[in-house]
């Protein structure tokens, strides 16, 4: 077991002979460490916090801490994070809430870059990602290959959907299309589908055009919403991509970014 002099490990913590515990980190009494994670230098993991395999902390990264609420009262919640990932940075990550299930969730082979924050009861899919100052308020949920973009905020509760790219600097303060390409100039917009992202994760021609033709029904008809989703059902769900996306409009509780 690879632990520096300098870090503080506490005895009750879970730590494989094949975890590196780098300079001044510190790791708490109720966290479990997977095989071959490294925690680089100066990194704070504390709190109930399962962490799986391989995963890279940063320096300055603070890992489990209580959550950013002000009704917290110490209760035991929780954190739990898959394999693969790499946390930057700066990056925090809270633990959940009593009133909001109790469990913040990260998937696996996510990449959190520089003072991203993941706030509590939040649940990220696998394959994220969020970039420099990406801040998630609680209880967000993001579903697998969805990319939120630098200085971006996602509102408390809202949701972004599988496969959605949000540009930098952008304040979503309503759901996120899934597969959809969302920015703001003055206020946030869905310009389409993520086109380029979608090619790169093999979507063949035929789901994109059919991904293509239900969101200019969707964005660019003068249908309201209503409208739009009863003419897409009308002519048919040609793949299961529209009918997810029918599906996540008509269930979203806070409307979505159109």
């Known amino acids: 077991m690879s632990i520096h002099s300098t870090a503080m490990v506490a005895p009750s913590a879970t730590v494989p002979a094949s975890c590196r515990v780098g300079p001044y980190s510190t790791v708490g009494p109720n966290v479990v460490l997977g095989e071959g994670c490294e925690l680089i230098s ?26 950013q609420d002000i009704s917290y009262a110490g209760q035991p919640t929780h954190l739990e994070i898959g394999d693969d990932n790499v946390i930057r940075e700066s990056v925090t990550i809270s633990r959940g ?8 969730r990260i ?6 870059m520089t003072c991203a924050h993941v706030g509590h009861d939040s649940q990220v899919g696998s394959h994220c990602i969020l970039a420099n ?21 996602v509102h408390q509760y809202c949701f972004v959907g599988r496969y959605a790219f949000i540009g930098g600097g952008t304040i979503c303060t309503q759901d996120v299309l899934p597969y959809s390409l969302t920015s703001a100039k003055r206020e946030a917009r869905a310009y389409g589908i993520n086109k380029i992202g979608l090619e790169r ?7 994109l055009k059919a991904l293509q033709h239900a969101y200019k029904t969707l964005l660019a008809s003068r249908l ?9 059902r009308s002519e048919g769900i040609p793949t299961a ?18």
């Open 42 to 67: 100066h990194v704070v993991v504390d709190g109930n916090t399962t962490i799986g395999a391989r995963n890279r902390f940063f320096p300055f990264a603070s890992i489990g801490v209580e959550p």
């Open 241 to 258: 991509d529209v009918g997810y996306l029918i599906e996540c409009v008509e269930r979203s509780r806070r409307g979505v970014i159109k």
């Open 201 to 207: 994760r093999g979507f063949s021609q035929e789901r």
């Open 224 to 232: 309201n919403t209503t409208q739009a989703l009863g003419r897409l």
């Open 97 to 104: 809430t009593v009133k909001g299930g109790g469990v913040t």
């Open 133 to 153: 100052a990406a801040t998630l308020a609680g209880h967000v949920v993001v579903e697998d290959w969805a990319s939120v973009g630098a200085f971006s905020a």
């Open 107 to 112: 998937g696996s082979h996510c990449l959190l």
